[in-house]
C-alpha cells in the first residue's frame, strides 16, 4: 500500500486514521526535541494524565491540586538539569495537540466500537478502564 501512495517510509495500510496516526508522531517529534530525562517524561506523563478538566471527576478540585504539585516538581526536575527556561513552557504547549489526538482517538474508537463490537469488548483490561468513562462497551446484541 505503501508504494501505491509513493511512500515508502511508512508501510501502513489504508485505516482511516491516517489524521491520528499524523498527529501521534508530530507530538512525539516534537517530544523527542525537547529531549526530556526519564524523570521529566514521567512527571509531564502524570500531569497529563491527571487532568482536573474531564466531565466524569466528581473531585476534581483534589485532581487539579495533585496535577498542580507534579507540575511543581516537574518544575523543579527541570531547574535541577540546568535545562533551558522555556522548557516547561514548551512541554504545556504541547498539551491542545494532546488534546486533540485524544479527541480524534476516541473518534475513531468510537467508530472502532461500532463496526466491531465484539473486539471492543476484548480490549485489555488498562485500556478499557482509561476509556471506559468517555466510551461505553456495552454491547450492541442486548439493546
Known amino acids: ?39 521529566e517524561l514521567a512527571l509531564f506523563t502524570a500531569a497529563v494524565l491527571l487532568s482536573p478538566d474531564r466531565p466524569w471527576l466528581t473531585e476534581s478540585k483534589k485532581v487539579q491540586k495533585l496535577q498542580d504539585k507534579i507540575y511543581v516538581a ?11 527556561e ?27 466500537r461500532l463496526l466491531h463490537p465484539e473486539t471492543a469488548m476484548n480490549f485489555p483490561p488498562l485500556y478499557k478502564e482509561v476509556f471506559n468513562s468517555e466510551l461505553q462497551y456495552s454491547d450492541p446484541r442486548e439493546s
Do not use: Y
Open 1 to 39: 500500500w505503501a508504494e501505491q501512495r509513493g511512500d515508502t517510509s511508512l508501510p501502513c495500510p489504508p485505516s482511516g486514521c491516517d489524521d491520528l496516526i499524523g498527529a501521534v508522531f508530530e507530538l512525539g517529534r516534537t517530544l523527542c526535541r525537547l529531549q526530556l530525562s526519564d524523570e
Open 74 to 84: 516537574l518544575q523543579h526536575e527541570i531547574q535541577k538539569k540546568h535545562s533551558a
Open 86 to 112: 522555556d522548557k516547561l513552557s514548551k512541554m504545556v504547549s504541547k498539551l491542545p495537540l494532546m488534546k486533540t489526538i485524544c479527541n480524534l482517538h476516541l473518534d475513531k474508537l468510537e467508530f472502532f
